[in-house]
């Protein structure tokens, strides 16, 4: 009788063991599997939101220090104008003197120059058009051109171009604009 209830006993035991490890086989994939990848989803989810932070973080400090220099940048912005673009009134003769006298100083026979007033309301400034002609050695245009783009006033070559001129001289065909205050 002994042997009997041992061996009763010990099937109630295996089946006790096997229920528990079908227990805990149903639990893993029932509860543990889905915390576990919440548990990653969450942890990807504040990892890319660190990351988001600290991108807002860095751009929060360079508005910061844009902000800081903006009060300078209105001054430094109408000082440029007031310096280097001059107003409507003035900027008919002085384009004209300024491309007169870089063609002297280069050496250069001036054709006549056309002026072209462009205004745009979508842009700040007005710009005058410039197409001019002049003829001379080659390195005399090299140093008109370099002149003309490196003068003080706010001036934007678009496009040159040379030809063959007279008496085996180059033509320096070129268009620019000035830009001047509305």
Same mark, same amino acid.
């Given at each position: 009788m002994?042997?009997?209830?041992?061996?009763?006993?010990? %099937?109630?035991m295996?089946?006790? !063991?096997?229920? =528990? $490890?079908?227990?805990? &086989?149903?639990l893993?994939g029932?509860? /543990?599997? *889905?915390?576990?990848?919440?548990?990653?989803?969450?942890?990807?989810?504040?990892?890319?939101?660190?990351?988001?932070i600290?991108?807002?973080?860095?751009?929060?400090?360079?508005l910061?220090?844009y902000?800081?220099?903006?009060?300078t940048?209105?001054?430094?912005?109408?000082?440029?104008?007031?310096?280097?673009?001059?107003?409507? %009134?003035?900027?008919?003769s002085r !384009?004209?003197g =300024? $491309?007169r006298r870089? &063609?002297?100083?280069s050496?250069?026979? /001036?054709? *006549?120059v056309?002026?072209?007033?462009?205004?745009?309301?979508?842009?700040?400034?007005?710009?005058?058009?410039?197409?001019?002609?002049?003829?001379?050695?080659?390195?005399n245009?090299?140093?008109?051109?370099?002149?003309l783009?490196?003068?003080?006033?706010?001036?934007?070559?678009?496009?040159?171009?040379f030809?063959p001129?007279e008496?085996?001289?180059?033509?320096?065909?070129?268009?620019?604009?000035?830009?001047?205050?509305p």
């Amino acid at each position: 009788m002994r042997r009997n209830r041992r061996k009763v006993f010990f %099937r109630i035991m295996e089946g006790a !063991a096997v229920g =528990l $490890v079908v227990l805990d &086989a149903l639990l893993y994939g029932a509860l /543990l599997r *889905p915390l576990r990848r919440a548990a990653a989803e969450k942890k990807q989810e504040v990892g890319q939101t660190r990351s988001r932070i600290q991108d807002e973080t860095m751009r929060v400090e360079s508005l910061k220090r844009y902000l800081a220099a903006l009060p300078t940048a209105s001054a430094d912005i109408k000082a440029f104008v007031h310096e280097h673009v001059p107003p409507r %009134r003035w900027i008919f003769s002085r !384009a004209s003197g =300024l $491309v007169r006298r870089l &063609a002297e100083q280069s050496d250069l026979q /001036l054709s *006549p120059v056309s002026y072209r007033l462009d205004s745009s309301p979508a842009e700040a400034l007005e710009r005058l058009g410039v197409e001019l002609t002049v003829e001379g050695t080659f390195s005399n245009l090299l140093r008109f051109a370099h002149s003309l783009e490196t003068a003080n006033e706010f001036i934007l070559v678009r496009d040159f171009t040379f030809q063959p001129g007279e008496k085996g001289r180059l033509a320096l065909r070129m268009t620019a604009e000035l830009y001047l205050e509305p």
